[in-house]
């Protein structure tokens, strides 16, 4: 069974902080993935990593940094929040070869920037 | 025209009843298509995948997929109240990436 966790359920932040949110997965999967969720807009990707080190930005990269150092983990780094960055926070993973495309999720973080 | 289309719903049946959930998508040349399951306040969950034409079971669970026509469809037999959930669609894209389009949602409401 895949397992994605994430390091907060609920986090609350300030204007202007810089904020770690991060993921883990015990599957050995090559893809990560961290979207953003809001109503009204679906999920939105905002940066992917097909390997150690490697990354893509998403379709809303503005804002955001990540790091991947290890395999299984995938940090998304807020480098100064801002209120428009309050939302829900998915990370999720996905094989390169056994079942391509085939996304799944952590938990999410609801981040809230007051 | 957006890239993966769901109605947003409420969609309303009684339990028993057959819902079906419905997604467009624009790519043509799309190959891979899921519904997951997202409960409010939770994340997404992979419920079906399908690669080919016609219909895939999974229990109360049927995708469909008309490639000529761009569409794909979730139908749940005997609808229960514990399937109220939002189903999203989510179609590969194309080009050399591993990457998802989701659409919005569609919102079931099954009652009692």
């Known amino acids: 069974d895949v397992k994605v966790t994430q390091s907060s359920r609920y986090l609350v932040k300030r204007t202007g902080e810089k904020v770690f949110l991060e993921c883990v997965q015990d599957?050995?999967?090559?893809?990560m993935f961290w979207y953003r969720q809001d109503p009204g807009l679906g999920l939105r990707l905002i940066y992917f990593s097909y390997d150690v080190k490697m990354k893509e930005k998403g379709d809303i990269p503005e804002g955001y940094s990540v790091s991947r150092e290890k395999k299984e983990r995938f940090s998304l780094i807020l480098e100064s929040a801002s209120t428009n960055q309050t939302s829900m926070y998915l990370c999720a993973s996905s094989s390169r070869v056994i079942t391509p495309y085939e996304q799944y999720f952590g938990p999410g973080t609801r981040l809230t920037v007051t | 025209q957006k890239e993966v289309e769901q109605n947003s719903g409420p969609l309303s049946v009684p339990e028993g009843a057959i819902a079906s959930l419905n997604c467009t998508y624009s790519?043509?040349?799309?190959?891979?298509f899921f519904w997951y399951r997202q409960y409010s306040g939770k994340s997404p969950e992979l419920i079906m995948s399908i690669y080919s034409n016609g219909d895939k079971e999974d229990g109360r669970f049927t995708a469909q997929l008309n490639k000529a026509s761009q569409y794909v469809s979730l139908l749940i037999r005997d609808s229960q109240p514990s399937d109220s959930a939002t189903y999203l669609c989510?179609?590969?894209?194309?080009?050399?990436?591993?990457?998802?389009?989701f659409g919005t949602g569609t919102r079931l409401q099954v009652f009692p």
């Open positions: 989510a179609v590969n894209r194309l080009g050399n990436t591993d990457k998802l389009i």
């Open positions: 599957m050995d999967h090559e893809n």
């Open positions: 790519d043509r040349g799309s190959q891979s």
